[in-house]
């Protein structure tokens, strides 16, 4: 009996995890799976769908602008939906162009399926030309996707049959193209549209629609379909047609940077999308399924189970033998497992202890730092998933609570290479030797891993980047509060550039990497790609980091690392504070990136046309000027931008003062007005090179906060 019931248990499919806690699994017959899903907080942007308890049972529609269509089936594997297709019907003696539109216009995320759907067009005495009135992937402009013209004319020995297939008599099948969403149909109507020519079950009237093919070609024939389509009978006929769908607008490689990246759960990876122009979907690994869009999503598949009748047989011969050896070896096993990790940990913190001692040098200052790997467990429930804050480019993490109660962020490796291990130790190194209240602060780390984990205070208020970038206008940082987390960035960048005998270049500045409080002030994280520049160098030359939109491209084509690098990672930040876009996605209308884009309008002073309405409204003034600054900050030579402590002195001044209209154009020209060089073939912008005397720098500098 034991046997058997193990055997069961072991053939019971995976508990299917489809959509998040709390949210609605299901809508009459029809799943409902995440991304999708019919409540707040349940479904990602743009898979809205809105269940109607008015029928019996209740019928699932698309929300948004796709109201009105109703779901007939949705599928996480293949990314598509299926929905109840609308038929357009015309008469007879309409010559004009018709514009059919199969999916409501600007129907984001969805796109008719290419490779499982078909436009069908039933009627006769015509010629009907389909035409795109939309930009697809394969199409541009007015092209022609299909043409036909049916014939419905019978003779003695076909008078009353009915065409078995949809090749020109009476009805026209044509494939749909990548992209598509609505289309123009031209009809011609011929002289042998009269009714003594025409079958006797056709009818003077025309037919458009796109349809599943499965189901159009599927028994009963397609003849009956016919039949019904030309008689006006399909009002209680589900017809479907099959929508491909895509998750956000960027490729992978760039949404795999962002917080709201969709491919969450283990075992799953990230495809750029086939059927639409942008976005990606997210599929399980080989040997896995479920939902990748969900945690824990992705779970071994049931083809790996045995079945119970297998394993029942297999066990009456020799179940009792192996149950018996299994007992004994468990006790064994369990016992050389906790000698093994013992000595795995003792190893680690022998070779962790070692590289940190070389890096920190002052013992003293290692042994204050150190956490247990047990204490670190207990603190985050064995680092359970639901502790996660997040994922960064150097590791992921968890929230934590010590014994004695301090609220802690524990971050730990995703990967176990050399780098990584590197990384993390050169983290604990800069952070060991920096206090500034505007950098978060290290409390120390665990060297009983392969990669040391790192232990910092909790920054309770989430990123720079996900206060921004909110989807309610009336919520993102009031332009006051822009202005001074702009202020404590640079306060804080100065700082690692000039406060001790080797600079540290942070490398990885970016919304995502600056933490805020419950008072939203400004604290600098993720130092794992930071790296020290001693007083007597310059320049260094190292390998390129950094996030793609932030990236200094002077670093990027040389690989030549300074200080003016992260200025121009943070000029790029200012940009971004100014006009609420996000860098590593935006691309303007003309091509140009944020960057270009901006500098582009600040030259051509039309700084309005890209600034958020809310910084125009709280803070026009102030914000030429902050523009001013961060133009200067991005200039294509390193040689030429500003130092952090310029930047910093320029906007506590900025914060101080009273802003006058008639000053913002003198202290554009401060800054040096923008004027385009063209002398030595380098395209970018010239600046006057007027700086602080050392006196006033004196003077500034000793006016400053830490």
């Known amino acids: 009996m034991l046997l058997i019931q193990l055997a ?49 049972p209740p019928k699932l529609f698309l ?12 599928s996480v594997q293949n990314r598509t939906v299926r929905v109840r297709a609308t038929i357009w019907s015309f008469a007879a003696d309409n010559t004009s162009d018709v514009v059919v539109k199969i999916i409501p216009a600007n129907l984001e995320p969805y796109v008719l399926s290419t490779d499982r759907n078909s436009l069908v067009i039933v009627g006769c005495g015509f010629r009907a030309s389909a035409r795109t009135t939309v930009s697809s992937l394969q199409l541009q402009g007015d092209a022609v996707i299909a043409s036909c013209a049916p014939s419905c004319t019978v003779n003695n020995q076909q008078k009353h049959q009915q065409p078995n297939l949809c090749e020109g008599n009476g009805c026209c099948e044509a494939a749909i193209p990548t992209g598509l969403s609505s289309l123009s149909i031209h009809f011609s109507w011929l002289d042998t549209n009269a009714a003594t020519v025409r079958a006797p079950w056709m009818t003077p009237n025309v037919s458009v629609l796109a349809v599943e093919q499965e189901w159009w070609r599927e028994t009963p024939d397609i003849a009956f379909k016919i039949w019904l389509l030309s008689s006006g009978h399909v009002t209680g006929l589900v017809i479907p047609v099959v929508l491909d769908w895509t998750v956000g607008q960027s490729s992978c490689t760039a949404a795999e940077t962002l917080p709201e990246f969709g491919c969450v759960s283990k075992n799953s990876e990230c ?51 192996f149950l018996l050896l299994g007992l004994a070896a468990t006790f064994g096993t369990r016992r050389l497992n906790i000698r093994k990790a013992k000595k795995m940990r003792e190893y680690f913190f022998k070779q962790n202890h070692g590289l940190l001692l070389r890096q ?24 359970d998933e639901a502790r996660v804050l997040g994922d960064g480019g150097h590791g992921t993490v968890y929230k934590g609570i010590l014994s004695n109660q301090r609220v802690v962020a524990i971050k730990k490796s995703r990967a176990v290479v050399q780098k990584e291990i590197d990384e993390f130790i050169n983290e604990v190194a800069i952070l060991s030797q920096i206090n500034h209240r505007n950098i978060v602060r290290l409390f120390g780390c665990c060297l009983e891993t392969e990669v040391p984990l790192l232990v910092y205070e909790f920054i309770s208020n989430g990123t720079l980047y996900a206060h921004l970038h909110v989807d309610d206008p009336k919520k993102p940082l009031v332009w006051k509060n822009r202005l001074r987390i702009a202020f404590e960035v640079a306060s804080s960048l100065a ?41 007597d160098q310059a320049v260094v030359t190292t390998g390129i980091k950094g996030t793609h939109g932030y990236l200094d491209p002077e670093y990027f084509y040389t690989g030549r690392l300074t200080e003016k690098s992260d200025v121009y990672s943070y000029g790029v930040i200012l940009v971004e504070l100014l006009t609420r876009k996000k860098p590593s996605v935006y691309i303007s209308p003309e091509g140009l990136s944020l960057v270009a884009h901006f500098i582009m309008l600040l030259n051509q002073d039309k700084l309005s046309e890209i600034l958020d309405e809310q910084v125009a409204e709280e803070g026009e003034d102030e914000a030429k000027q902050v523009a001013a600054i961060a133009a200067k900050c991005l200039r294509l030579k390193g040689q030429n931008r500003p130092t952090m402590r310029n930047v910093e002195m320029r906007l506590q001044r900025l914060q101080g003062s009273d802003i006058d209209i008639s000053g ?43």
């Not at 690994?285 to 969900?294: A, E, F, K, L, Q």
């Not at 500045?509 to 805020?516: D, E, F, Q």
């Not at 202290?667 to 050392?694: D, I, T, W």
């Open 360 to 383: 920190l040098v002052d013992k003293d200052i290692a042994k204050r730092m150190i956490f247990s790997l047990e204490e670190l467990e207990e603190a985050t429930n064995k680092f």
């Open 271 to 321: 495809l750029n999308s086939t059927s639409s122009a942008y976005g990606y979907v997210c599929r399980c690994n080989d040997g896995y399924d479920g939902n990748p869009y969900v945690p824990d999503g992705c779970q071994g598949s049931r083809r790996n189970h045995l079945t119970a009748g297998v394993l029942v047989s297999i066990g009456i011969g020799i179940g009792l033998f």
């Open 495 to 535: 700082y690692l550039h000039s406060a001790a005998t080797t600079s540290v270049v942070h490398r990885d500045i970016k919304t995502t990497n600056i933490l805020l409080d419950d008072q939203l002030v400004a604290n600098i994280s993720d130092f794992g790609a930071s790296r020290g520049i001693s007083i």
């Open 8 to 56: 069961a248990a072991a053939a019971t499919p995976l508990a299917a995890n489809i959509t998040l806690d709390g949210c609605e699994r299901k809508c009459g017959e029809v799943d409902v799976p995440y991304p999708f899903g019919t409540s707040y907080g349940c479904h990602r942007r743009g898979f809205k769908v809105i269940c109607d308890r008015a029928y019996s």
């Open 664 to 706: 913002v154009e003198e202290h554009l020209a401060e800054l040096g007005g923008p004027a385009y060089v063209g002398g030595n073939g380098e395209a970018g912008y010239n600046y006057s090179s007027r700086q602080y005397s050392m006196e006033e720098e004196i003077l500034l500098s000793a006016s400053l906060e830490r």
């Open 63 to 74: 929300g948004g602008d796709g109201a009105g269509l109703e779901v007939l089936g949705i």
